[in-house]
T-cell receptor, first 112, second 114 residues
């Protein structure tokens, strides 16, 4: 069935370091891959997304890479700041307006 | 920036009672969704809704669940006879029509079944 695996479940970095979170998906028909940041008591907030016709996308300190052959995608955060601390979720979907299949989440802690 | 709004933020209900969770999607969005997140677990899809009908639902979305768009702005999730295992955060999301558009989420309703 459709599944998205996400690693690591927790990640602790020093302020200024980079953080990388990885996801793999099972359904080769998946073609849209968003990343969400969830702060305590809030809903998931979209931070970046990538479509299957693109291998990499960058937005300031955040970048996402996609390897369709291996069916995995990664989130890279550079120059981390304490306010980056949150739970990050990857997700995948395969049809227009379709459901998102979420990964298990990564709790990122950035220590000052 | 337009937001998805959900009410109430916290709902406490006795087991067996009916509960209605309410959402106001972003005004020009036409796809609507409900997801749930049990404490410490991943976000799970429940149902999607487009053009006044359910377009897809998960195994979780059984006969106890229903969705409705009673007017031009609200989108509701009803659980007819709540069970202890329905305790979770319930998130509403919406997206515009056309291509793979981002889904925008509300801040959720925490449902506690006693």
């Amino acid at each position: 069935g459709e599944n998205v695996e996400q690693h690591p479940s927790t990640l602790s970095v020093q302020e200024g370091d980079s953080a990388v979170i990885k996801c793999t998906y099972s359904d080769s028909a998946s073609n849209y891959f968003p990343w969400y940041k969830q702060e305590l008591g809030k809903g998931p907030q979209l931070i970046i997304d990538i479509r299957s016709n693109v291998g990499e996308k960058k937005d300031q300190r955040i970048a996402v890479t996609l390897n369709k052959t291996a069916k995995h995608f990664s989130l890279h955060i550079t120059e981390t700041q304490p306010e980056d601390s949150a739970v990050y979720f990857c997700a995948a979907s395969k049809v227009k307006g379709g459901k998102l299949i979420f990964g298990q989440g990564t709790e990122l802690s950035v220590k000052p | 920036e337009p937001e998805v709004t959900q009410t109430p933020s916290h709902q406490v209900t006795q087991m067996g009672q009916e509960v209605i969770l309410r959402c106001v999607p972003i005004s020009n969005h036409l796809y609507f969704y409900w997801y749930r997140q049990i404490l410490g677990q991943k976000v799970e899809f429940l149902v999607s809704f487009y053009n006044n009908e359910i377009s897809e639902k998960s195994e979780i979305f059984d006969d106890q669940f229903s969705v409705e768009r009673p007017d031009g702005s609200n989108f509701t999730l009803k659980i007819r006879s709540t069970k202890l295992e329905d305790s979770a955060m319930y998130f509403c999301a919406s997206t515009r029509v056309g291509g793979n558009q981002p889904q925008h989420f509300g801040d959720g309703t925490r449902l506690s079944i006693l």
